[in-house]
């Protein structure tokens, strides 16, 4: 079964900082382009972070550069996202997903693959 699975959501303090986890099974997420994706109540979905499949070229948003970043493990089949000094503003449903190529920027076109996302909360 192919899937992609989120983890490592939480509550925490402003400033703390947590790791998502996206893992895929049935399928072998180093040939994927993967994006994280995040969405606010209210607002639409916005692409984070993404990470090539070619040379493992990474793309963060203004507005978390400096504070989240993006890594691989092919070994574990596994993306992560490192986010530190978190904000209230941080506050969001995460999602990863995987694509053939996202042309350097995530986008919610051309999606392969979906996770089903993990709650970000930071307190004030």
Same mark, same amino acid.
């Given at each position: 079964q192919?899937?992609l699975v989120?983890? =490592?959501?939480?509550?925490? #303090?402003n400033?703390?900082?947590?790791?998502?986890s996206c893992?895929?099974?049935? @399928?072998?997420?180093?040939?994927?382009?993967? =994006?994280? @994706?995040? #969405?606010? *109540?209210?607002?639409?979905r916005?692409? &984070?972070?993404?990470?090539?499949?070619?040379?493992?070229? %990474?793309?963060?948003?203004?507005?978390?550069?400096?504070?989240?970043?993006?890594?691989?493990?092919?070994?574990?089949?596994? &993306?992560?996202? #490192?986010?530190?000094?978190?904000? *209230?503003?941080?506050?969001?449903?995460?999602?990863?997903?995987a694509?053939v190529? @996202?042309?350097?920027i995530? %986008?919610?076109t051309?999606?392969?693959?979906?996770? #089903? =996302? %993990?709650? &970000? %909360?930071?307190s004030?």
């Open positions: 192919v899937r989120e983890s =490592g959501g939480g509550l925490v #303090q400033g703390g900082s947590l790791r998502l893992a895929a099974s049935g @399928f072998t997420l180093e040939h994927y382009a993967v =994006g994280w @994706f995040r #969405q606010a *109540p209210g607002k639409e916005e692409g &984070v972070s993404c990470i090539s499949n070619s040379d493992n070229t %990474t793309y963060i948003m203004d507005s978390v550069k400096g504070r989240f970043t993006i890594s691989r493990d092919n070994a574990k089949n596994t &993306v992560y996202l #490192q986010m530190n000094s978190l904000k *209230p503003e941080d506050t969001a449903v995460y999602y990863c997903a694509a190529s @996202f042309a350097g995530p %986008t919610t051309s999606i392969d693959y979906w996770g #089903q =996302g %993990t709650q &970000v %909360t930071v004030s």
